[in-house]
């Protein structure tokens, strides 16, 4: 093509690309994109751009080229006796065709007679609006004045469009043949001097560069945003959780968790060497803790065990976010008169875990807290309601379960379509009197509080069967970038039982 343009305008001054479309039998588009390729290889045309507009018959204007104008139309539907007014407006486009009848003097309306009669009022007619439309359609001059374009534009049988050109001409380096242009300077060329022969590509500085690589939020931050958003959405107020490290007594003791739990092995929780103990606690406080843990107290009976200062003093990786809910609940307790409060973290938590696929060692908890006066598990399922609610989550099932710093203990479960079983979304309960008490709470205050991890949704969310295809060295960091954000992520429904 653009070898034939070429030819073409070596033969002819010059030549606009409409005329070369319709010379060569070709698309416009198709020579404007020949025309592309010619000018980037130096000066060999010269192209300047012109508009011109163009009349066009609308769908309408088509249909009335075809069948007649709508006046016309009217006119020829009216019999020698003459049709009640009411029957003709039945016709299609009959009120606008009733109209330019009207307007021109071929029907009339006869009200001597009831009901009125429309009849002709004149033999015979021209239809020149179907004439000048199908001139047009033929691309032949059609004389329309601009009162008639004017009035088919309003009717809409006619519109104008731009049609956008090049007027071609010889350029100064005018030649019948392309030549590559070079689009590097090598080491090479400048060694031999062959580039001083050579003709190059100019730049295009206007040319998009290559996008800069940055970073993107990983799927774990989309959901903990989303996550972070429906607390403060419920009124909840964040917890500070930036103490990875903690103390057997906040992480254990505090919670009302005996020190021969199994949780507090080695073979469940990292212990730090170094520091390996903590010295500074609230002795006051601290002495109630081990009074309810050996004794009981406040209508417990407590454990019966032989409490060991040393034992509490270990320090760990935290593995639960509740040791900050404990912290924040034992300085709730410690302000003069005592105020309802909703609070929530949501960050990382160390477990001495079997890694596998849907296991880690490190991996994060969500955990929510309201602490008022008489809550019971009806407020506790209703706040499970609200907040589920807003992760797209309706209907929600509860088991029965032990936990040692709640009592009553609820897993809570939801039927999750896509993977066609019923899943774990997180645990929760009621704080014990033994752990409330002692720090120093009022009788009547209840916290109710639950938890759930922050993998699993996520998981969910995005199809992911293995957690380390979504947390760890094998992380596919395009998924990364093309991860959708986060919004609503679960359908659950309730079982049939």
């Not at 959405?233 to 930036?242: A, D, L, R, V, W």
């Not at 200062?309 to 912290?327: D, F, G, I, M, P």
Request: hydrophobic content about 35%.
């Amino acid at each position: 093509m653009a070898e034939r343009i070429l030819k073409y305008l070596s033969e002819n001054s010059e030549v606009n690309t409409l005329k070369l479309a319709e010379v060569f039998k070709e698309d416009h588009q198709k020579v404007i994109g020949a025309l592309k390729s010619i000018q980037a290889n130096g000066d060999l045309v010269s192209a300047e751009p012109v508009s011109d507009k163009q009349i066009e018959l609308t769908t309408e204007g088509k249909l009335v080229a075809k069948a007649g104008s709508h006046e016309a139309n009217i006119y020829n539907a009216v019999p020698e006796a003459g049709i009640s007014q009411a029957e003709l407006m039945k016709l299609p486009n009959a009120k606008v065709g009733f109209s330019k009848a009207m307007s021109n003097g071929w029907v009339l309306v006869d009200k001597s007679v009831n009901p009125p009669l429309v009849k002709k009022k004149v033999a015979e007619i021209k239809d020149l609006v179907q004439d000048q439309l199908k001139l047009l359609q033929a691309g032949q001059p059609t004389g329309l004045s601009d009162k008639e374009k004017a009035d088919y534009k309003k009717r809409k049988l006619i519109q104008e469009s731009i049609i956008k050109s090049f007027v071609l001409r010889k350029g100064p380096d005018f030649s019948l043949t392309l030549n590559k242009l070079e689009t590097d300077l090598t080491t090479e060329m400048l060694a031999s001097g062959s580039w001083k022969s050579l003709k190059f590509k100019e730049y295009n500085l206007d040319a998009l560069g290559v996008p800069p690589s940055s970073g993107f939020l990983h799927p774990l931050l989309k959901v903990r945003t989303e996550f972070r958003q429906i607390f403060l959405e419920m009124g909840f107020s964040e917890m500070p959780t930036n103490n990875y490290v903690e103390n057997s007594f906040w992480n254990f003791d505090a919670l009302f968790q005996p020190q021969q739990h199994p949780a507090r092995d080695a073979h469940d929780t990292f212990f730090v060497s170094e520091p390996q103990f903590s010295h500074k606690f609230p002795e006051d406080y601290l002495q109630r803790v081990k009074t309810v843990h050996r004794k009981g107290g406040y209508g417990s009976q407590g454990y019966g065990y032989h409490w060991q200062y040393k034992e509490t003093q270990k320090n760990l990786l935290r593995t639960h976010t509740t040791a900050v809910s404990a912290r924040m609940l034992y300085k709730l307790a410690q302000q003069k008169e005592f105020k309802p409060t909703k609070l929530f973290s949501i960050d990382k938590v160390f477990r001495n875990e079997t890694l596998d696929a849907t296991h880690l060692a490190e991996f994060h908890q969500v955990e929510g807290v309201i602490a008022d006066y008489n809550l019971t598990l009806g407020d506790l399922i209703g706040v499970f309601a609200e907040f589920f609610k807003k992760l797209g989550i309706t209907e929600l099932e509860f088991k029965p379960a032990y936990n040692p710093y709640t009592e009553p203990s609820m897993e809570i479960f939801c039927f999750h379509p896509g993977l066609g079983k019923w899943i774990e979304l997180g645990n929760s309960g009621i704080f014990r009197p033994e752990m409330l008490l002692p720090m120093g709470l009022p009788r009547n205050v209840t916290v109710i509080a639950w938890g759930l991890s922050l993998e699993r949704p996520t998981m969910i969310k995005y199809g992911f069967n293995n957690i380390r295809d979504l947390v760890g060295p094998k992380v596919d960091l395009e998924m990364i970038q093309k991860s959708p954000p986060c919004a609503c992520f679960m359908g659950c429904r309730r079982s049939p039982s």
